[in-house]
């Protein structure tokens, strides 16, 4: 498993693409690892979401498998948070 970066963020309150984030190019049908620092809400979504999602709290390991036509979104709630992606 490849490291593909730590990334401080803050998004104050509204949902962002974790791509243009982080500029990694996730890849259809690629299964990555993340793990988040601080409280954070995060959803799969072909738009840009305004509700939903699911918080994270913990700094757990989390699995995402990037489907065709949808991006990870990441909310912060106007403090900080640390990703950390692998691939």
């Known amino acids: 498993m490849a490291h593909l970066g730590e ?17 990694i190019n996730f890849e259809d049908g ?32 989390n699995l995402y498998t990037k489907q065709a036509g949808e991006d990870l979104w990441i909310k912060t709630q106007f403090s900080s948070a640390v990703l950390n992606i692998s691939a």
Do not use: C, H, M, R
């Open 30 to 61: 690629k299964q990555y690892t993340f793990q988040i620092q601080n409280n954070a809400t995060v959803i799969s979504s072909a738009q840009k979401p305004t509700k939903g999602g699911f918080y994270i709290n913990t700094p757990v390991l």
């Open 7 to 23: 990334f401080v963020i803050n998004t104050e309150g509204q949902y962002a693409k974790v791509a243009d984030l982080t500029g």
